[in-house]
């Protein structure tokens, strides 16, 4: 367990220039991730699970690069913490950002803020890419686990339909132009905001190169079809890249739905909207 305790005798052992700092749980955090603020102006975030390790060492690696010409504030790392005091995995420490988690019901339906995120991607997909990170799990990777969660949902959501996305999806002509840098978890959660618009993207773990279809889960966990379409105009996606990224959207939804919609309403409610939109399309 990762406890407060825990995270303030790990900060005062291995960055005493911190150790004067208050410290406090920020709540709720991710799934992955277990969150403190530190003093005004850092946070500090341990990986609750091995799915998240490395997360910290690539933000630190290509964040400070990358950054400089993205049009949306990204985290700002400051250092890597190794493992001590029974806690097995490197954590990281970041300036603080201000801000909310976006909402559907504040941005859901803002041309402007679909217009934005879209030139965020655009942004970042025209960097260079030299050392990037491999792209990670193909569509078709997923496809025994994807398959199994629409059983599960049988009683929830209509599998048939889920089926018959999700076959598109995997069956879609693949990405073939040169890969492009995609964020890896882009969805409604990893926004930030500040006084009406989005300040800030975040969670960078799933950062690489590959398909960019990855990254088009946002238009489903947050728009609605009006600024869906603002989105999808301003990014230029052609038909196959929009299937894979229901595709996407999709198994995304679904795998966290299977995972924590029992304990967590508030998960099940965001992974609900997110399987009926991409069914919308």
């Not at 994807?146 to 999806?169: K, M, P, Q, S």
């Not at 379409?229 to 301003?234: D, L, S």
């Amino acid at each position: 367990m990762i406890t407060t305790e825990l995270v303030r005798a790990l900060v005062d052992r291995q960055f005493p220039e911190w150790a004067g700092l208050p410290l406090r749980r920020v709540e709720p955090a991710g799934s992955d991730h277990v969150i403190h603020r530190l003093g005004d102006e850092l946070a500090v975030r341990l990986p609750r699970h091995e799915g998240a390790i490395g997360q910290a060492a690539k933000e630190l690696a290509w964040l400070p690069r990358l950054a400089p010409h993205l049009p949306i504030a990204v985290p700002e790392p400051v250092a890597v913490g190794e493992p001590d005091l029974g806690y097995p995995w490197r954590w990281a420490v970041a300036r603080w950002l201000d801000g909310r988690v976006a909402t559907v019901e504040a941005f859901g339906d803002s041309v402007p803020t679909a217009v934005r995120l879209a030139e965020f991607l655009a942004a970042l997909q025209r960097l260079p890419r030299d050392g990037a990170p491999s792209g990670g799990q193909s569509l078709a990777g997923r496809d025994a686990e994807t398959r199994a969660a629409i059983e599960r949902v049988g009683d929830v959501f209509d599998a048939a339909a889920l089926d018959r996305l999700w076959t598109a999806a995997v069956e879609a002509p693949a990405w073939d132009r040169p890969p492009v840098w995609f964020h890896g978890d882009f969805h409604t959660g990893n926004l930030l905001t500040v006084g009406g618009e989005v300040s800030a993207v975040i969670d960078f773990g799933g950062l690489g190169a590959g398909d960019p279809a990855v990254d088009l889960m946002m238009p489903f966990s947050l728009m609605s079809a009006r600024s869906r379409a603002a989105f999808r105009e301003t990014l230029g996606v052609d038909d196959a890249t929009w299937v894979r990224g229901r595709g996407w959207a999709l198994t995304g939804a679904l795998i966290a739905y299977t995972a924590y919609a029992a304990t967590d309403a508030r998960i099940a409610a965001a992974t609900t909207r997110q399987i009926e939109q991409a069914l919308i399309g």
